[in-house]
């Protein structure tokens, strides 16, 4: 009953060390207790353990290298009459589903995950079993061999279990038994069993000692997670950027195509008029060649605007994931955002707000204060590497002995070869086994080692780099604090511009379109020559591909400005999971 007891105290044991180890809660710089989030603890939970099914899959299956990548989804969504019908949100919705390169950001976060889950592998235990067998023959060089060719068969088998604990104790417990058959006649028990069943136990004193100290990797794991989340985020924002800048540009290639071939349709009807008038004669042949030029360069603008037009749409088919479908990759994009310019009485912006709302959004400012974070986990690692190694050692051990008992006399004959067996007592493995959980034959046993480096550079120089990475990722955060601050300073400065500029451009639109009405009316008055109709109307393509130009310019440095402050995704509803 008692050997019972104990052996389900050893298994219990090492079952509650596993599970512990996996779930507890680690304590951070501050000493304060940390709970994994969900996330992480189910990355650790699913992780099959001996002797579960799972666990024979997991271990003994083969991973299949191949790589499925899904079709670009919701795209038939907003297919229209044979277009891409899309607004500026829905844009945006097919980049978040659909662009491979925001795929990868996330997808790079999961080593982070994997990382947490490895930094717990220094808790898993381990178990190892181990049998041989081994006949061996040699010639007897004594009398007290017993026998003249001495055969020997060996059969050792053992166990052991190790694990490591929060604490930073190794525990070690192991079980082993020998077996032995000879034809020596002087063997007492033959075939004998010897089993040995030990405890130790190893609590280091002071280098790596405490739970908060074993816990240092897993603690720094977590960090870099944290850190890779706010550095995800700062990169789905860039590349959200780089996909609202790809449809602003076809929004701004379509207007300009529009105003191009609004300035052609001018200069066509302005030649018809000169041919007619050339018929008629009112004007002379030389005064046909301006209209003529005017109108091929129009039809030239026309055609390049065309072709941007088509290098922009391409670009955005690109960020939707259009392009990897055959169906959709030509299909023609209508962008249904306009391009509006912004209210005359909007209010100033108030530039020390947005830096300071940038100052506490920016994911890259987050980032970086963990990574801060981090370097003084990193220091107090190697902090506690520099200490001496003393550590308190205690064992514990039984030992167990059993076999068929052989009772001899005349050992010794007068050749020295031979005995007699008066009587055989049965036993075996079991009576090993007995003797070892009776704990009849103890040992035991404390000890304390010190591992003292006489002089460890190495481990100065970790520390000494763990200082300097501080010290540098210190600088690093006031030089991002100071551009931060630079670079919304700027995007308001942009903001503001551009809304005058779009005001001015409305302005200077307006008066050329004036312009053009008056010159055409001298003209037909016959108090000004075509050459002047002629230029009025070209600059009222310039003014008004000037409009155009700057109404995105707004678009893009409002865009600029949102990134810069870190509200973007806020105001593109988007969020990252």
Excluded at 274 to 303: C, H
Excluded at 491 to 520: G, M
Excluded at 533 to 539: H, K
């Amino acid at each position: 009953m008692r050997s019972h007891i104990l052996l389900s105290l050893f298994l219990a044991f090492g079952a509650a060390a596993v599970a512990g180890d996996n779930t507890a809660p680690a304590a951070s710089a501050s000493g304060a207790q940390q709970i994994l989030p969900s996330s992480e603890i189910c990355a650790i939970c699913d992780e099959p353990f001996f002797p579960k099914p799972a666990y024979f899959k997991k271990h003994l299956g083969t991973v299949s290298p191949k790589v499925e990548l899904k079709d670009p989804v919701m795209l038939e969504d907003y297919a229209t009459s044979g277009k891409l019908e899309l607004t500026l949100k829905n844009f945006l919705q097919l980049t978040m589903s659909n662009n491979p390169d925001i795929s990868i950001q996330v997808v790079s976060v999961e080593i982070q995950k994997d990382a947490i889950t490895r930094a717990f592998g220094i808790f898993d235990p381990l178990a190892v079993t181990r049998f041989t067998t081994t006949r061996q023959q040699t010639p007897s060089s004594s009398a007290l061999n017993g026998a003249v060719s001495l055969n020997t068969l060996t059969q050792p088998f053992s166990m052991s279990y190790t694990q490591l604990l929060s604490s930073g104790a190794t525990v070690a417990m192991s079980f082993s038994n020998t077996r032995l058959s000879t034809n020596s006649s002087f063997a007492t028990y033959n075939p004998s069993h010897s089993s040995n069943m030990g405890w130790n136990v190893t609590q280091p004193l002071l280098k790596g000692r405490g739970g908060w100290v074993t816990r240092l990797p897993i603690t720094i794991a977590r960090s870099k997670l944290k850190s890779s989340t706010y550095s995800l985020e700062d990169q789905v924002l860039q590349l959200i950027v780089n996909a609202e800048l790809a449809y602003w540009a076809v929004v701004e290639a379509r207007e300009n195509l529009r105003v191009q071939e609004e300035s052609l349709a001018l200069a066509d009807t302005a030649l018809k008029r000169s041919k007619r008038e050339l018929e008629l004669g009112a004007i002379s042949s030389l005064e046909i060649f301006q209209p003529e030029a005017n109108y091929a360069t129009a039809q030239i603008n026309v055609v390049q605007a065309r072709y941007r037009l088509a290098q922009a749409e391409d670009a955005a088919r690109r960020q939707i994931g259009a392009d990897l479908s055959p169906k959709f990759r030509d299909m023609p994009l209508v962008l249904t955002e306009a391009v509006t310019p912004p209210a005359a009485g909007a209010s100033g912006l108030d530039r020390e707000s947005l830096i300071a709302k940038a100052l506490g959004r920016r994911a890259d400012l987050k980032a970086l204060s963990e990574t801060l974070a981090g370097d003084d986990l990193s220091i107090a690692q190697t902090n506690n590497a520099l200490l001496p190694d003393l550590s308190l050692t205690a064992q514990y051990g039984s030992y167990g002995q059993g076999g068929v008992g052989r009772t001899l006399t005349n050992v010794f004959q007068s050749d020295g070869t031979s005995s007699q067996v008066v009587a055989v007592t049965p036993g075996g493995f079991g009576d090993a086994f007995s003797q070892v959980w009776g704990f009849g034959y103890p040992t035991y046993g404390f000890g304390l080692t010190l591992r003292l480096p006489i002089r460890d550079r190495a481990a100065a120089a970790n520390l000494a780099d763990a200082v300097v990475s501080k010290k540098l990722d210190t600088l690093r955060s006031r030089s991002l604090t100071q551009n931060i601050r630079l670079q919304v300073a700027q995007a308001v400065s942009q903001v503001e511009n551009s809304k005058a500029s779009v005001e001015l451009a409305k302005i200077a639109r307006d008066l050329a379109q004036k312009r053009v009405d008056a010159d055409q009316k001298r003209y037909e008055l016959g108090t000004t020559t075509i050459f002047f109709v002629l230029a009025s109307q070209n600059d009222l393509t310039t003014a008004e591909s000037n409009l155009v130009r700057e109404s995105i310019n707004y678009r893009r440095n409002l865009l600029t400005l949102l990134q810069r402050t870190g509200e973007l995704l806020d105001e593109r509803g988007i969020r990252i999971q």
